[in-house]
Nanobody, 124 residues
């Protein structure tokens, strides 16, 4: 089974930027969609951004549109989440995950392999 390892989290002030990386143990991004999810304390895990494995179509939750960008490097088996103009409400543990399907739909129930998560903390 593929393993996913996230990195790039940290603490920043509001308005700052971070780039998260998700490295897969083998080549899967041309077969399975991959997404970034986040979970804040006391809240449900939500889909932040997902990218299809076929045509690269993307999904963004409304709260991050215009600020976050998902991208992938198939040669490096790595997916990135560039996060700009960060806000305190972006504070959460961020997870990457691969889907059972190839589309950009970002429902957590369709994602079956998860990384360990990386903490993002944004202070005001």
């Amino acid at each position: 089974q593929v393993q996913l390892v996230e990195s790039g989290g940290g603490s920043v002030q509001a308005g700052g930027s971070l780039r998260l990386s998700c490295a897969a143990s083998r080549s899967i991004f041309t077969i399975h969609a991959i997404g970034w999810f986040r979970q804040a304390p006391g809240k449900e895990r939500e889909g932040v951004s997902c990218i299809s494995s076929s045509d690269g179509s993307t999904y963004y939750v409304d709260s991050v549109k215009g600020r976050f960008t998902i991208s992938r490097d198939n040669a490096k088996n790595t997916v990135y989440l560039q996060m700009n103009s960060l806000k305190p409400e972006d504070t959460a543990v961020y997870y990457c995950a691969t889907a059972l399907h190839s589309s950009y739909y970002c429902l957590k129930y369709d994602y079956n392999t998860w990384g360990q998560g990386t903490q993002v903390t944004v202070s005001s």
